[in-house]
């Protein structure tokens, strides 16, 4: 499957190094777009550092990043313009966020959807994690998270144009 | 993807809140036929609980429920007709309680495949939760289960005329 | 969707009981060639033990089956044949040797790719489980070992002429 990136809003959902990223970053830079890297990982620990660090070596230079661990929808809504590609990454790291500081997330993830389903100036791209297709998770803060992300990935797929999935590099177009 | 409801047996798989549950009801609703919902959910605890009257208060008033934690070939045979379409939500809750009662379970998931391989008199829908997409689970019930859940997906897909993946609310079909 | 066995690489992903092997073996007993079986599965429990037996009864008779824990790239080496059709099940029990044994992962999942983009003298199919859909595992090796896994499957389908994703018994085209 070819996939080209379309105006308005782009999912690329998959699984941990299933190549989603590398995806995303594949078509903002397609695109001609001066591409920006809305990057929601903190790196709280040295394995996070490493993630971070790989992923910032792979864009190259003509990227420029900035760090939103939580205030996303401010964030699209600046950056988002006619001559830039947007890219998030990714969703399921900003919900962690967003629960670790104890935001109202259902609030805030409807609030994330209904600006992606406004009319926005230029594209953008969000990559997450789908993390339901394991078995029930012990741990009931990892239930919640799980439950979150579903709905989330629900809500943008919903509003918009073009749902990627992702699994072994290879991408299934879901929609659009 | 459009998807409408075919004759006889429907099997909808998908990760935790994938919309499923909501897809398989649209497609009973939009059938025009008397909708019957066998519910295998157990309300043994609040969060249990939250979740069924979540589903219940969606679906409305056009649908009788009937609760089967257990006995779904003979409620399925019961309820089957004509005039019903059946949505049994879900196999995964069902094989849960079954394992909980001790129950012979690989008997029963096989007693489900041939009474849903044998003509039906009207449409069955089953819901169920893919579970075996992460991490080997360290538990060995919880690996027992992802065996049993994986072994009773295959026998119900082999007989039924349409297999749909849901994921971001989304459908994939794969078979039908 | 009706699947048939190219030339040169198939790569076959699917969850725990997904039926991946089944067709898998299927595939191979339809070329028509005389099937290796490269079984990386090693039985260090019972319960291990009786998934090989149960593998191995359900191949029959036709089969040559050769214990290949840990060197799988010289194992293509010396069975891969215009005569022969080798099938790998499954790279994940590969990498759980590697990673117990010490070896270098990363490098022998390069040699592993090369080996398998060279144009080789028969057509070679590899098994594996996705494992990189669930919830991030709290365990640090679990992570590591779904890191190596996505990036495995990631490298291989990249030179795969063809990959078949697999769920419920049913497959996914995802390439060729």
Chains 1, 2, 3 share one sequence.
Not at 46 to 70: D, F, N, Q, S
Not at 114 to 122: I, T, V
């Amino acid at each position: 499957m070819s996939v080209a990136l379309g105006d308005g809003v782009t999912l690329i959902l998959g699984g941990a190094r299933s190549g989603k990223s590398a995806l995303a970053e594949r078509l903002a830079e397609a695109s001609g777009l001066a591409p920006v890297y809305l990057a929601t990982g903190r790196a709280f620990d040295a394995e996070m550092e490493a993630r971070i660090g790989e992923h910032r070596e792979r864009r190259g230079k003509g990227w420029r990043t900035v760090e939103v661990p939580l205030d996303l929808v401010a964030a699209i809504g600046r950056e988002a313009e006619p001559e830039h590609v947007v890219l998030v990454d990714c969703l399921t790291l900003w919900l962690t966020n967003l629960m670790m500081e104890g935001r109202p997330v259902a609030a805030e993830c409807q609030a994330l959807a209904d600006h992606l389903a406004a009319r926005l100036p230029g594209p953008v791209i969000l990559v997450s994690n789908e993390v339901g297709l394991g078995i029930v998770p012990e741990n009931a803060m990892a239930r919640d998270f799980r439950d979150h992300a579903g709905r989330l990935h629900q809500a943008v797929a919903a509003v918009a144009a073009k749902v990627i999935f992702v699994a072994a590099g290879l991408p299934m177009k879901l929609k659009g």
